[in-house]
């Protein structure tokens, strides 16, 4: 298995050209075809009962039809618990917002206090900015 890190540069020239730098889309849209998302969706359509399928047959819906009607609304908690794997995990594993090379906008810090916090006036931070991309630190 190739790690996400490795393809970094190749899944930003790709966003770029496709113009989704600094977009959501561009961030998910190299990891939605993954493995486990495939066999995810694999096992959510193999449970789908048989009867299913044939009543939509037998009321004149076609293979896509079927496909839109049946399948895919039966398999949203699925999309949804890939979902939120998915993000959790490349969020965790490329720091999120430190893999996009455009500076971050002006504004309060991700973190809930004020990036210019010192410890003098009276923060108990050992830093303003903490380092969240860390492999020591676990969330």
């Not at 004149?60 to 609304?73: D, H, N, Q, R, T």
């Not at 917002?97 to 010192?118: D, E, L, M, N, V």
Request: hydrophobic share 35%.
């Amino acid at each position: 298995m190739i790690m996400p890190d490795v393809l970094i540069v190749q899944n930003y020239l790709t966003t770029s050209k496709l113009g989704l730098v600094d977009t959501i889309l561009g961030i998910g849209l190299p990891y939605m075809g993954s493995a486990f998302g495939i066999f995810l969706l694999r096992q959510a359509f193999k449970q789908v009962p048989r009867e299913l399928e044939d009543a939509a047959r037998v009321e004149g819906a076609g293979w896509f039809s079927i496909l839109l009607k049946v399948y895919v609304p039966l398999a949203r908690p699925t999309y949804l618990a890939y979902g939120l794997v998915s993000v959790s995990y490349h969020w965790k594993n490329s720091c999120g917002r430190w893999s996009s090379p455009t500076p971050p906008p002006p504004g309060p810090s991700p973190w809930g206090f004020p990036s210019s916090a010192r410890p003098s006036r009276g923060s108990t931070f050992r830093s303003s900015r903490p380092a969240p991309c860390s492999p020591s630190r676990r969330f």
